[in-house]
């Protein structure tokens, strides 16, 4: 578990300033990081599911906001009310 982390309402998420490079430099850990937003999609088209999704602003501050996360893109996470999020932002997806 990350420490230090400010949750966040999904509606602060338009016009934030997400971190320029990947939050995860290994590559395993990239594919682990997309097989569960693949995962957390299927949750929130088939049940309306919400996850915590944990992210970094481009000053280096951990956030966490509870979502639902409607379709993964190349490089962006689609949430609920035309909010998106860079994938290379995203350190964690709770379930």
Known sequence: ???NIEI???EQLSGF???DEDVL??????NIRYAWLKKAERLGNSYKGKVKMV???KLGKIY???TTIWA??????ALKGGIS???KAVLDIEF
Not at 25 to 30: E, I, N, P, Y
Request: aromatic letters at 10%; hydrophobic letters at 45%.
């Open 1 to 3: 578990m990350i420490a």
């Open 8 to 10: 966040i309402p999904k």
């Open 17 to 19: 300033k997400f971190a």
């Open 25 to 30: 430099s290994d590559l395993s850990k990239r």
């Open 55 to 57: 992210f970094k602003s």
């Open 64 to 66: 966490s906001v509870e």
């Open 72 to 77: 993964i893109m190349d490089d962006y996470v």
């Open 85 to 87: 999020v860079p994938i």
